[in-house]
């Protein structure tokens, strides 16, 4: 099949790999949630060669997550899961996990049920990055933001760009403190939590 294209994936994979290679230094086993076209697992795998990168999402995601990773035949790249955050997860551990542009597309509930599994498939010291758009205290935090909030609110209700303390609230309740907020391109945040307690 031919390889679907994110321009935003080519955009933002520099700035979130140097966060990565900060915070997964000393990981091993990283599991991706929502890996779309798959081309985020192909480049951190190659730039991580020490990470078994396990790319994850919902099933008919898959083909083109296998596309990319056949073509790369990366050594560190096992096949794509079939996760939906509601169903059934693999299971672990994983020392470390990644996320990108999922958390305003995932309804609320759904995100519960994300941080809510994580326990049962992470280490005790796990490291949890999440790229994204945030709202801090309900407030945008660019007219951008904002533009795109409406949008994504236009397309389905049950999606909007989350609240920063909201979402640390549902890390805290899994286990994971913040650790790092870096600030990324086009109004985006790497929010980075470790596991201390759970």
Same mark, same amino acid.
């Given at each position: 099949?031919?390889?679907?294209?994110?321009?935003?994936?080519?955009?933002?994979?520099?700035?979130?790999?140097?966060?990565? &290679?900060? @915070?997964?230094?000393?990981?091993?086993?990283?599991?991706? $949630?929502?890996?779309?076209?798959?081309?985020?697992?192909?480049?951190?795998?190659?730039?991580?060669?020490?990470?078994?990168?396990? #790319? #994850?999402?919902?099933?008919?995601?898959?083909?083109? $997550?296998?596309?990319?990773?056949?073509?790369?035949?990366?050594?560190?790249?096992?096949?794509?899961?079939?996760?939906?955050?509601?169903?059934?997860?693999?299971?672990?551990?994983?020392? %470390?996990?990644?996320?990108?542009?999922?958390?305003? $597309?995932?309804?609320?509930?759904? /995100?519960?049920? /994300?941080?809510?599994?994580?326990?049962?498939?992470?280490?005790?010291?796990?490291? /949890?990055? $999440?790229?994204?758009?945030?709202?801090? @205290?309900? &407030?945008? #935090?660019?007219?951008?933001?904002?533009?795109?909030?409406? #949008?994504?609110? %236009?397309?389905?209700? @049950?999606?909007?760009?989350?609240?920063?303390?909201?979402?640390?609230?549902?890390?805290?309740?899994?286990?994971?403190?913040?650790?790092?907020?870096?600030?990324?391109?086009?109004?985006?945040?790497? &929010?980075?939590?470790?596991?201390? @307690?759970?």
């Amino acid at each position: 099949m031919e390889k679907p294209h994110s321009p935003a994936c080519e955009r933002n994979r520099e700035p979130i790999l140097g966060v990565l &290679r900060a @915070h997964f230094a000393d990981r091993r086993r990283v599991l991706e $949630i929502g890996s779309g076209s798959g081309q985020h697992a192909v480049h951190f795998a190659a730039a991580l060669p020490q990470l078994n990168w396990q #790319s #994850s999402d919902r099933a008919e995601y898959l083909p083109s $997550i296998r596309a990319w990773l056949d073509e790369a035949a990366l050594p560190n790249t096992p096949p794509p899961l079939a996760l939906d955050v509601g169903g059934a997860w693999p299971s672990g551990p994983f020392d %470390a996990v990644f996320s990108a542009n999922t958390l305003h $597309i995932m309804a609320w509930p759904k /995100l519960q049920q /994300l941080f809510a599994r994580l326990p049962a498939v992470t280490t005790g010291d796990a490291v /949890l990055v $999440i790229y994204g758009p945030f709202n801090e @205290h309900g &407030r945008y #935090s660019s007219d951008s933001n904002a533009a795109f909030d409406q #949008s994504l609110k %236009a397309r389905g209700a @049950h999606m909007g760009i989350r609240d920063a303390e909201a979402v640390d609230a549902l890390a805290a309740a899994a286990g994971f403190a913040l650790v790092d907020d870096a600030a990324m391109p086009a109004n985006n945040r790497c &929010r980075v939590w470790r596991r201390v @307690h759970g």
